[in-house]
T-cell receptor
Framework: AQTVTQSQPEMSVQEAETVTLSCTYD???????LFWYKQPPSRQMILVIR??????QNATENRFSVNFQKAAKSFSLKISDSQLGDAAMYFC??????????FGKGTKLTVNP | DTGVSQDPRHKITKRGQNVTFRCDPI?????LYWYRQTLGQGPEFLTY????????KSRLLSDRFSAERPKGSFSTLEIQRTEQGDSAMYLCASSRGDEQFFGPGTRLTVL
């Protein structure tokens, strides 16, 4: 069975600063994917970034990047130059051996002006 | 293409009633997923279709829950004899590849 753990229920960051959200996972699959999804208040979930486990290079999407540590089963998200629009719930998710996504409980990010 | 749509957006019902939700995926997406999200939690997988075939069901999907995707396009999720514990946001997602695109969800409140 896959599990995803997000140990930070809430985080806050000043506008223009950098913040890192933590995620650890457990899976017995050798081939899997990891994702970070963003869910703004009362809005639908959107994909922020994804990482294929077989790739050693960390994924980057504009201001968003990940630190993927496969041996430690860690997958953190770094948001640089934080913007007010980044305020949302962030969910870490894994997918492996099945089409389903397994989500963590989420981290609520507040961006202070 | 306007993305994944779900109807209704909100549903309030009394315990014991049946409810049905609809999901219209992004056109040409052959995979469709249902998830349930309760307050303060991440979404939990319920079931998954590839075209019209239901390929995986979670143990969360009790026999009061049934999902269909009759023509491989839209899908319905029916809950019979609703219970207060069924109150949640029901999310639909579709995909053609690795990325799942989510709809806005249907918020169910069972009184």
């Amino acid at each position: 069975a896959q599990t995803v753990t997000q140990s930070q229920p809430e985080m806050s960051v000043q506008e223009a600063e950098t913040v890192t959200l933590s995620c650890t996972y457990d899976t017995s699959e050798s081939d899997y994917y990891l994702f970070w999804y963003k869910q703004p208040p009362s809005r639908q979930m959107i994909l922020v970034i994804r990482q294929e486990a077989y790739k050693q290079q960390n994924a980057t999407e504009n201001r968003f990047s990940v630190n993927f540590q496969k041996a430690a089963k860690s997958f953190s998200l770094k948001i640089s130059d934080s913007q007010l629009g980044d305020a949302a719930m962030y969910f870490c998710a894994s997918q492996g051996g099945s089409e389903k996504l397994v989500f963590g409980k989420g981290t609520k990010l507040t961006v202070n002006p | 293409d306007t993305g994944v749509s779900q109807d209704p957006r909100h549903k309030i019902t009394k315990r014991g009633q049946n409810v049905t939700f609809r999901c219209d995926p992004i056109s040409e997406h052959n995979r469709l997923y249902w998830y349930r999200q309760t307050l303060g939690q991440g979404p939990e997988f319920l079931t998954y279709f590839q075209n019209e075939a239901q390929l995986e069901k979670s143990r969360l999907l009790s026999d009061r829950f049934s999902a269909e995707r009759p023509k491989g396009s839209f899908s319905t999720l029916e809950i019979q004899r609703t219970e207060q514990g069924d109150s949640a946001m029901y999310l639909c997602a579709s995909s053609r590849g690795d990325e799942q695109f989510f709809g806005p969800g249907t918020r169910l409140t069972v009184l």
